[in-house]
């Protein structure tokens, strides 16, 4: 029995090779002619037939190019906390002769938002003091009750 079910299987196995081996021959053998179209079924053409690629490719507009715009402030890769943060609101901040900070007051500050009530339900800018003027900001309850304004 398992002889019988062994030499089946070597038969299945011997005809599905056969068929890839033509197939493999007749792929090979394929070629394309440069003129055929491989959409164009019929042997005729329709000259009445819209050519949407032709359409596209006459009517095509380049789309814009994005451009990176260039914000207000400026986010320094220096130590953090040791400059007086500055608060404002509608990019009043700008009219400051400083427009930089810290990235990492940025983070302290976001860190300080989530822990006290006088940040919630407030937008504001910010910036810093250049280093070695003004108090280094400590008391971040006092910094965001500064800011009257919610959003």
């Known amino acids: 029995m398992r002889i019988r079910i062994i030499s089946k299987g070597e038969e299945a196995?011997?005809?599905?090779?056969?068929?890839?081996?033509?197939?493999?021959?007749d792929?090979?053998?394929?070629?394309?002619?440069?003129?055929?179209d491989l959409y164009d079924f019929d042997d005729e053409k329709d000259e009445n037939k819209l050519d949407f690629k032709k359409i596209v490719s006459e009517n095509w507009i380049e789309p814009p190019k994005r451009e990176r715009k260039?914000?207000?402030?400026?986010?320094?890769?220096?130590?953090?906390?040791?400059?007086?943060?500055?608060?404002?609101?509608?990019?009043?901040?700008?009219?400051?002769?400083t427009r930089t900070i810290a990235r990492a007051d940025v983070v302290e500050v976001c860190i300080q938002a989530l822990q006290f009530e006088e940040a919630k339900f407030k937008a504001f800018d910010l910036s810093s003091k250049p280093e070695g003027t003004g108090t280094p900001t400590k008391d971040f309850k006092a910094l965001f009750s500064q800011i009257t304004t919610r959003f």
């Open 27 to 36: 792929a090979i053998k394929f070629k394309m002619d440069d003129t055929a």
């Open 13 to 25: 196995t011997a005809e599905l090779d056969g068929k890839m081996k033509k197939f493999t021959e």
């Open 70 to 97: 260039r914000k207000a402030g400026g986010l320094q890769d220096k130590e953090g906390g040791v400059r007086e943060i500055l608060v404002g609101k509608d990019d009043e901040l700008l009219q400051t002769e």
